[in-house]
């Protein structure tokens, strides 16, 4: 069974959480955003937030998979779906950041076509009251991830 993306404005706060640690930082955004969920029949497995940030730049945030699903493509098309609603809304930039020891993650964005463009050092340690850990690496930087819509 395939899953089908639509938009809602009612994120799941589980998929919020798993995406960002932070309730300061999803609280920040997540009124400023656009949710879309990915759906198997009524169960939702992902979603992710489109970010209107700059004029002509939208930012993928929050994009998480629920960990029954994830290694089915889910993320993937999650992706795919952010570039091409953000291409179709006008955008010509899409950005995102993500952690330094997300090596999966990071994978994930540069087979969907965006590439690393910078690193905001020190992001997690300065911005995020408590330590994250991800794959036993404690997460220091933000690896800032770029994919030109024109």
Not at 59 to 83: F, K, N, T
Request: glycine share 10%; with cysteine.
């Amino acid at each position: 069974m395939e899953a089908t993306i639509s938009r809602t404005d009612h994120p799941d706060r589980d998929l919020l959480r798993l995406a960002d640690e932070s309730e300061a930082s999803v609280a920040d955004y997540v009124g400023r955003s656009t949710c879309y969920t990915a759906r198997i029949g009524t169960q939702t497995v992902g979603q992710y937030l489109l970010l209107h940030t700059r004029p002509f730049t939208a930012e993928l945030v929050s994009l998480a998979v629920h960990e029954a699903w994830q290694g089915r493509g889910i993320g993937r098309r999650l992706v795919g779906h952010a570039i091409r609603t953000a291409r179709e809304s006008g955008f010509r930039r899409l950005e995102l950041g993500t952690g330094d020891a997300g090596i999966g993650q990071i994978a994930l964005y540069e087979k969907c076509g965006l590439r690393i463009v910078g690193i905001d050092p020190d992001y997690f340690t300065r911005f995020y009251p408590v330590p994250i850990t991800e794959n036993g690496i404690q997460l220091r930087h933000m690896v800032r991830m770029r994919i030109e819509l024109e």
